[in-house]
């Protein structure tokens, strides 16, 4: 799945966790149920900016203290989109108009949310009272994964030419002689193998 764009089956729970008694356990669960990423903003927790991540009450705790500390009904989430999200619940009138957020469990997230660059664009009235209630679009959201972007598409192009330096290298090594011409290449190539090598693991572990 690409970077921040919204899952287009519903997700299984894999993780069967201990019961516990604190909802706060479970984190390290949900932080592998869920791939590290947001359920809301799909904002990963490892890129640098993405602020603290904890343990989402989907119904909310208040209103539903029986289910505080069932982990079926507790996500991952970031701190902002926790916050927005609060407490809310909808009614029957506003649960008639389309009015909730969906998550990536209980319904297809991209049936009602899709990403388009940096920007998060509603497909459904859900994903639109999403949007708005969560402040997904917000300038502060847009920045951060406009800036993400950029960084992964520098990276991934890094690789590529680290991969290719590489490539170049084994050929020459491979060969018995280097082709006519290329003998300071080779030279130049052999010198740079341990820092090409090390170039390219250091990017293959984001």
Do not use: W
Not at 37 to 47: E, L
Not at 77 to 105: H, I, L, W
Not at 175 to 197: C, H, I, R, W, Y
């Amino acid at each position: 799945m690409k970077l921040f764009h919204y899952p287009k089956s519903r997700h299984v729970r894999k993780q069967v966790p201990p019961v516990f008694t604190s909802y706060r356990r479970y984190k390290p669960f949900l932080q592998t149920e869920f791939d590290s990423i947001c359920v809301y903003c799909r904002t990963p927790d490892f890129v640098p900016s993405s602020g603290n991540f904890g343990v989402e009450h989907y119904l909310p705790k208040s209103k539903f203290p029986e289910l505080e500390n069932v982990y079926s009904n507790l996500f991952f989430a970031c701190n902002a989109c926790n916050r927005r999200k609060g407490a809310y619940y909808p009614d029957t009138e506003e649960a008639r108009r389309r009015r909730f957020v969906p998550n990536q469990c209980d319904h297809t997230m991209y049936d009602h949310l899709r990403m388009s660059g940096a920007t998060v664009n509603a497909h459904s009235d859900a994903g639109k009272f999403t949007i708005e209630l969560l402040g997904l679009n917000d300038e502060g959201f847009n920045q951060k994964r406009s800036l993400i972007l950029v960084i992964v598409d520098a990276l991934k192009n890094s690789i590529h030419e680290s991969e290719r330096k590489l490539s170049q290298l084994k050929a020459l090594i491979d060969s018995d002689t280097p082709p006519p011409g290329a003998e300071q290449d080779f030279a130049d190539l052999m010198n740079a193998k341990e820092g090409f090598v090390k170039e390219l693991t250091r990017f293959r572990c984001y």
